[in-house]
């Protein structure tokens, strides 16, 4: 059994639910897995033994939570230490265009040139449009960009989901082999 932490940033609740669906697919899979959203460990040096780590954040207006790059910064040798990934939730990631990998390349590489940490695997998962969670001015803004792009969820009574919950279940799935197998 592989000692797996998660660290990752959310910003209205639904990063914090693919970590959910992250850590039972990994405990399903016989894992022991320890999760910190990066508010709680974002000024820590971890120092304890893992033998995987899994990072991710969700982008908004082209960045990801301040406290997760804090955190990969900080323990930089650490997640160099171990086999991890990155796993980025964006509503770009819904879209399977070019323009929309571009964007999340970008955020990426901005990302790690920021925290000094190069993650070797990265994992786009599509995110969610919470409308009831935004504000006003944010619930504008979003359906602002939403239309921009030619989508239709433009109704801001309610919340869209974008997220491939199989996909999610795969990726910690195929970690957590990964560990197994080095």
Do not use: C
Request: charged fraction near 25%; glycine fraction near 8%.
């Amino acid at each position: 059994m592989a000692h797996i932490l998660v660290v990752y940033g959310t910003n209205e609740g639904h990063t914090g639910l693919v970590v959910e669906r992250i850590a039972t697919a990994l405990r399903d899979a016989g894992q022991d897995v320890e999760t910190h959203d990066a508010r709680e460990v974002s000024k820590q040096l971890l120092s304890g033994s893992y033998d995987g780590i899994l990072v991710g954040g969700s982008i908004h207006a082209g960045e990801y939570q301040g406290s997760l790059k804090e955190f990969a910064k900080r323990n930089r040798a650490l997640l160099e230490s171990v086999p991890s990934a990155f796993f980025s939730v964006s509503l770009a990631a819904a879209d399977s265009d070019e323009e929309a990998k571009a964007e999340i390349e970008s955020e990426v590489a901005k990302f790690a040139r920021e925290t000094g940490w190069q993650p070797k695997q990265v994992v786009p998962i599509a995110g969610a449009l919470v409308y009831t969670h935004y504000n006003f001015f944010i619930r504008h803004m979003m359906k602002l960009i939403v239309k921009k792009h030619g989508r239709t969820e433009l109704d801001t009574s309610r919340d869209y989901d974008f997220t491939d919950w199989d996909a999610v279940d795969r990726f910690a799935r195929e970690f957590a082999s990964g560990l197994e197998r080095s």
